[in-house]
């Protein structure tokens, strides 16, 4: 029988929330693109609205379902997600010289965006079963160490470097915030000291340039530095009030690389200044702020890992996304959550938003004793 709870502690104001982001995600597609020649504008636009209905069905799925099944199912939906990304390097659909896509009938779908959700969902299953307040030793983190690796490996040959270390740092926050044992901490920092050499020299030509000219823009302003360089002189040209979403010069004359993806960011701040900016990411600031609110009054430890998990997804993606367009950090290939045009990653963030309001909406089972089994 259906609990009618679930209705009562439906999170409405969150829900509305991310409603409001991904309003503004279509209105700053529709002026980064609405430069383009022909049908193209209405082509991603329509396309990209198709994405959101895709994602709002995933949430309604997501939800009916009690957060506590993942438990169980953390494993086979793990599996399927490496499968997908085996499939990738078979048979996966190359684009922008990499091979990162796998058709699915008439969608095209990136197998790495659900993989950092399936990697918090293995990850929150076997920390909640050896959780000790002293902290994990190094013999029970060899287990999440192949968790981890094996998809890390399999997205770096694609390759995407930049979606491979989101992984990696998605799993490191929710470990850390599991606690590690002392020792073996310090023995963690060493290692990465000591290899930092040894990922350096494995680096390809471009990633490198990456990182230099993250260290001086200007060392190749024509060349590597160049996104960079055009996206800081959109975000200034907004000013306080902005040009207007439709109005920003560096937009229309295409001097913004990848306007309707990585750099959707800068689009909106020439358009709505830096007023319009500031609201943004204050309304990313309370979307984060929430989903730790969510894991704080959950008292299941699967329930709080995995909603520390998808809020990390989150939260990493938009700081790197931010950080990546101010020249504050080097430019990699991620997308803003809810903002930047790309269907994997609308319905990875929807569900990870699905994922905060199913913990939410069931925080009181625990009490009335009638969790899953």
Known sequence: MFDRRLIQYFNWGFLCLVIAIAAMGVTTLYGAVAVGPGDAPAHL????????????????AVCMVDYRWFNRGAYPIYLVCVGMLVAVLMVGRYGGGSRRWLALGPLTVQPSE???????????RYYAQVL????LTLRELIKPALLVGLPFVLIVRQPD???????LIIAATLTLFVRIERRTLLLFILTGMVSG???WSQLKGYQRQRILTFLDPDRDPLGAGYHIIQSKIAIGSGQLWGKGIFEGTQNILSFLPEQHTDFIFSVWAEGMGFVGSLAVI???????????????SCRDPFG????????AILFWQIMINVGMVMGLMPVVGMPLPFV????????????CAAVLMNVSMRRFIRDDHQGVG
């Open 340 to 351: 930047s045009y790309g269907g994997s990653s609308i319905v990875a963030v929807m569900i």
């Open 282 to 296: 204050l309304a990313f600031l309370v979307l984060i702020v929430w989903g730790l609110r969510i894991a704080y």
């Open 132 to 135: 000790d307040p002293r902290g």
């Open 197 to 199: 050499p040894l990922v």
């Open 161 to 167: 470097l930049g979606t491979a270390l989101m992984i």
């Open 304 to 311: 709080t890992m995995i909603c520390v998990g998808v809020t």
């Open 114 to 124: 659900m993989m950092k959700i399936a990697v918090v969902f293995v990850l929150a």
């Open 45 to 60: 636009y329509y396309k990209q609205i198709a994405w959101y209905g895709i994602g709002l069905l995933w949430m309604m």
